[in-house]
């Protein structure tokens, strides 16, 4: 199955930028879905962004505006470029991403990486 592996998490102050990263076991042009996820601490994991295999974007409302999702179809890696951040933001991301033929998200995760928004 697919594999994934975040980085570039941190302690951001409010205000400030990150850049996440996701590294993908397969090509980027064989996935049908790539998509952020993130969990604050005893919360459920929410979906943050998607990125379609046209390149079309969604994000869920609290975040438009401010993250920016993309990939780099040659290196196998997704990022997570978010800006203004807020303390509400804090938790850790995951990425994932829907395949052929099923079209649903894998049922494997990876280790996530966190990130801080706090003063």
């Known amino acids: 199955q697919v594999q994934f592996a975040e980085s570039g998490g941190g302690l951001v102050q409010p205000g400030g930028s990150l850049r996440i990263s996701c590294t993908i076991s397969?090509?980027?042009?064989?996935?049908?879905?790539m998509a952020w996820f993130r969990q604050a601490p005893g919360m459920l994991r929410e979906l943050v962004a998607t990125?379609?295999?046209?390149?079309?974007?969604t994000y869920r409302e609290s975040a438009k505006g401010r993250f920016t999702i993309s990939t780099d179809a040659g290196k196998n890696v997704m990022y997570l470029q978010m800006n203004s951040l807020k303390p509400e933001d804090t938790g850790v991301y995951y990425c994932?991403?829907?395949?052929?033929?099923?079209?649903?998200?894998?049922?494997?995760w990876g280790q996530g990486t966190l990130v801080t928004v706090s003063s």
């Open positions: 990125i379609s295999k046209d390149n079309i974007t």
């Open positions: 397969r090509s980027v042009s064989s996935l049908y879905e």
């Open positions: 994932n991403a829907k395949t052929f033929p099923t079209r649903v998200y894998s049922q494997i």
